[in-house]
């Protein structure tokens, strides 16, 4: 394939995503019913425990790579036997560096958050996972260089219906936090035998000197924007389990984990296909201006509507399940958090094209801003209004995503209300309905079919207000779906 053969790189990615989305839709089935599952089992004070512990891990998952994985899948060559071999030795020799005093300390950490035995135990198996994870990064980048995530989502699928499954069935049992435990010792297993069935390379340590200062040129500016991220995300949670009650972060985790689920589902799917595609394409303007205008699009259908009924319908459920009533507390942090996600599912995708096309330091900066907005907006609304100030300083920071549209456009000219508006205004149109009609909602059936009646509603207003737009879009779907299975 031709790194300038735009309508091949637009046909494998535009099947890489409905594979990825299609494919993973059962994931997320199954994801939805384990995460209902645990929130009827499990109380708010387990659910934090989890959420914080997992922040801990995710905090240490950010070293094991410093962008070197990046950097394989950004270059525009094929790696070599030797860079791949070079990227695992040095991985490999980070993930022990973090490995061992985590271990060494991990009593000094379990006290210092108050964690019980089952607790500590997580945290163990959590560690262990994050090693197997590093174990996976080689494969997973000759998958998605090759824009092969019809095959790449197999470990997926594998791994979420051992995880799930094992979630769903020892919820149930009554294990609670041991859930978790067991759920993600086998995640990782599975995972690594999936990944390394499917696709084999020629294992071993290696380490040229010259070889890792070309790829850490890339990957280390990379790879400082994901640990801003993560000092912006995650060591926030970590944070919140010192200064908050357990309840109070399970509380924030309920929310945030609904709330970004069509994140998960819809845009980092997206942004997994986008990235590499974008790669290939960075020195075509008009390609890249049609991903642009065609990821946010899609983004969007899907994002918006979900946000509005997350933040508006989600009382209900509250109200009609008795096991939970238990959440209502997290009813203000999950609207804003669910309003936060539009935002993010317009500023992500630009972010994702600065990388794709080298513009690392750049998203850098706005990282570092994100970050002291972050640390200084939320302890100040923990203050002020408790927990639910945590969200509500994450909404206030989503609105700066105007400036990554404005920076975004210095580099490729794009349309940026052309892609969102339509989907926005059906959006308005179906918080209207949800408004004038939430007053018959008082069963669960009422509440299905009101879902479906709103739904019907946002594609119906989306299609009159932008039906050539909506056509277009879906015409080329379908056509490079076809190019591609010919």
């Given at each position: 394939?031709?790194?300038?053969d735009?309508?091949?790189?637009?046909?494998?990615?535009?099947?890489g995503?409905?594979?990825?989305?299609?494919?993973?839709?059962?994931?997320?089935?199954?994801?939805?019913?384990?995460n209902?599952?645990?929130?009827?089992?499990?109380?708010?004070?387990?659910?934090?425990?989890?959420?914080?512990?997992?922040?801990?891990?995710?905090?240490?998952?950010?070293?094991?790579d410093?962008?070197?994985?990046?950097?394989?899948?950004?270059?525009?060559?094929?790696?070599?036997?030797?860079?791949?071999?070079?990227?695992?030795?040095?991985?490999?020799?980070?993930?022990?560096?973090?490995?061992?005093?985590?271990?060494?300390?991990?009593?000094?950490?379990?006290?210092?958050?108050?964690?019980?035995?089952?607790?500590?135990?997580?945290?163990?198996?959590l560690?262990?996972?994050?090693?197997?994870?590093?174990?996976?990064t080689?494969?997973?980048?000759?998958?998605?260089?090759?824009?092969?995530?019809?095959?790449?989502?197999?470990?997926?699928?594998?791994?979420?219906?051992?995880?799930n499954?094992?979630?769903?069935?020892?919820?149930?049992?009554?294990?609670?936090?041991?859930?978790?435990?067991?759920?993600?010792?086998?995640q990782?297993?599975?995972?690594?035998i999936?990944?390394?069935?499917?696709?084999?390379?020629?294992i071993g340590?290696?380490?040229?000197?010259?070889?890792?200062?070309?790829?850490?040129?890339?990957?280390?500016?990379?790879q400082?924007?994901?640990?801003?991220?993560?000092?912006?995300?995650?060591?926030?949670?970590?944070?919140?389990?010192?200064?908050?009650?357990f309840?109070q972060?399970g509380?924030?985790?309920?929310?945030?984990?609904?709330?970004?689920m069509?994140?998960?589902?819809?845009?980092?799917?997206?942004?997994?296909?986008?990235?590499?595609?974008?790669?290939r394409?960075?020195?075509?303007?008009?390609?890249?201006?049609?991903a642009?205008?065609?990821?946010?699009?899609?983004i969007?259908?899907?994002?918006?509507?979900?946000?509005?009924?997350?933040?508006?319908?989600?009382?209900?459920?509250?109200l009609?399940?008795?096991?939970?009533?238990?959440?209502?507390?997290?009813?203000?942090?999950?609207?804003?958090?669910?309003?936060?996600?539009?935002?993010?599912?317009?500023?992500?995708?630009?972010?994702?094209?600065?990388?794709a096309?080298?513009?690392?330091?750049?998203?850098?900066y706005?990282?570092?801003?994100?970050?002291?907005?972050?640390?200084?907006?939320?302890?100040?609304?923990?203050?002020?209004?408790?927990?639910?100030?945590?969200?509500?300083?994450?909404?206030?920071?989503?609105?700066?995503?105007?400036?990554?549209?404005?920076?975004?456009?210095?580099?490729?000219?794009?349309?940026?209300?052309?892609?969102?508006?339509?989907?926005?205004?059906?959006?308005?149109?179906?918080?209207?309905?949800?408004?004038?009609?939430?007053?018959?909602?008082?069963?669960?059936?009422?509440?299905?079919?009101?879902?479906?009646?709103?739904g019907?509603?946002?594609?119906?207003?989306?299609?009159?207000?932008?039906h050539?737009?909506?056509?277009?879009?879906?015409?080329?779907?379908?056509?490079?779906?076809?190019?591609?299975?010919?």
């Open positions: 394939m031709q790194d300038t735009f309508n091949t790189i637009a046909a494998r990615s535009v099947k995503v409905f594979a990825l989305i299609s494919r993973t839709f059962m994931i997320q089935v199954l994801t939805v019913i384990a209902f599952v645990l929130t009827i089992y499990l109380d708010p004070a387990s659910f934090g425990v989890f959420f914080l512990v997992s922040s801990i891990v995710v905090f240490l998952n950010y070293f094991q410093i962008g070197l994985a990046a950097a394989l899948i950004q270059k525009k060559e094929e790696p070599t036997v030797e860079e791949l071999r070079t990227t695992f030795t040095a991985q490999q020799a980070l993930v022990l560096i973090v490995i061992i005093p985590t271990l060494i300390f991990s009593k000094n950490i379990a006290s210092f958050y108050h964690l019980n035995t089952a607790g500590y135990y997580l945290f163990l198996m560690i262990f996972s994050f090693f197997l994870s590093s174990l996976r080689i494969p997973t980048v000759i998958l998605e260089r090759k824009l092969d995530f019809t095959r790449l989502v197999i470990p997926q699928i594998a791994e979420s219906v051992a995880y499954g094992a979630l769903i069935v020892f919820a149930i049992l009554g294990f609670k936090i041991t859930s978790f435990t067991i759920a993600v010792t086998l990782g297993i599975v995972g690594l999936f990944i390394y069935a499917i696709q084999p390379w020629p340590l290696s380490f040229h000197k010259e070889t890792f200062k070309k790829l850490i040129s890339y990957g280390l500016p990379f400082a924007n994901s640990i801003l991220a993560l000092i912006k995300d995650d060591l926030l949670t970590v944070y919140l389990g010192k200064v908050l009650p309840a972060v509380f924030i985790g309920f929310a945030q984990g609904w709330a970004y069509p994140l998960r589902l819809v845009m980092d799917n997206v942004i997994k296909i986008t990235f590499p595609s974008m790669a394409l960075q020195h075509d303007h008009k390609a890249l201006r049609i642009i205008e065609k990821s946010l699009f899609l969007a259908f899907f994002i918006f509507p979900i946000a509005v009924g997350f933040a508006t319908l989600s009382p209900f459920v509250t009609i399940i008795p096991k939970y009533a238990k959440w209502e507390p997290a009813l203000i942090a999950l609207a804003f958090y669910s309003l936060s996600t539009i935002f993010s599912s317009i500023s992500t995708p630009l972010t994702n094209f600065l990388n096309i080298g513009k690392v330091k750049i998203t850098l706005f990282m570092i801003m994100w970050i002291i907005l972050t640390w200084v907006l939320t302890p100040l609304f923990i203050f002020l209004y408790g927990f639910n100030g945590v969200a509500a300083a994450s909404f206030l920071i989503s609105l700066t995503s105007i400036l990554v549209l404005i920076v975004a456009r210095r580099y490729v000219e794009f349309s940026m209300i052309r892609p969102i508006l339509p989907q926005f205004i059906a959006g308005l149109a179906m918080f209207g309905y949800i408004e004038l009609s939430k007053g018959f909602v008082h069963s669960l059936p009422v509440l299905i079919l009101e879902i479906l009646v709103a019907v509603i946002y594609i119906a207003i989306l299609f009159i207000i932008a050539n737009e909506c056509m277009k879009t879906f015409k080329f779907v379908l056509s490079s779906i076809r190019d591609k299975e010919k």
